[in-house]
């Protein structure tokens, strides 16, 4: 879990304030997904659960963010970073942990 909280710190964390949170967090949360903690980010949101911690790279959110399924996600601004990509599915395969809530 150190890695993936790492993770989070620098670049996961962040990237979830920047990109996400305003749709997906706090007073808003579209589509039922809240971003704001871990355990509402695992829970999911009204298409079930955003990751499969046993089979990560099949996860929800990362099919919307790589835009395989829609919506895609972010919904404007275009495709994120191959990069950042690949740290979301890392992340997710050490088991999405949060170092604290984003809001």
Not at 38 to 45: D, K, P, Y
Request: proline share 9%; hydrophobic share 35%; net charge positive.
């Amino acid at each position: 879990m150190k890695a993936g909280t790492a993770l989070f710190q620098q670049t996961v964390g962040p990237a979830l304030k920047e990109h996400c949170v305003k749709c997906h967090g706090g007073e808003k949360t579209r589509a039922g997904l809240n971003l704001a903690t871990r355990e509402s980010f695992v829970q999911g949101g009204d298409s079930g659960p955003a990751v499969d911690l046993k089979q990560p790279a099949a996860s929800l959110v990362l099919k919307l963010l790589r835009h395989e399924e829609e919506p895609n996600m972010p919904p404007k601004g275009g495709k994120l970073p191959s990069a950042l990509l690949n740290t979301f599915t890392r992340w997710i395969e050490l088991g999405a942990p949060y170092d604290k809530p984003l809001i």
